[in-house]
């Protein structure tokens, strides 16, 4: 998890997962948002995870343009 202040991107938060579930991700950014109550994003990009949408409703979500690309390459 990156966030950007004064126009510079900070690493605030990785994880390591073995598992790419709904409750698992809740999990994880639910700890995020317990170390980190002073950051309430405002645009969030997103490979679409359901937790994601859960946890930081009111922010605006944009796609990954990586994961996207990386989707039609496949089908094609």
Known sequence: MHAIIQNHSILMEFALMESKTETAYTLLLT?????????????????????????????????????????????Y
């Open 31 to 75: 700890k995020c948002k317990t170390l980190y109550p002073f950051l309430h994003p405002t645009s969030v990009m997103t490979d679409f995870e359901v937790a994601l949408r859960a946890v930081c409703g009111n922010s605006e979500r944009h796609s990954c343009w990586f994961h996207y690309v990386q989707v039609f390459t496949y089908l």
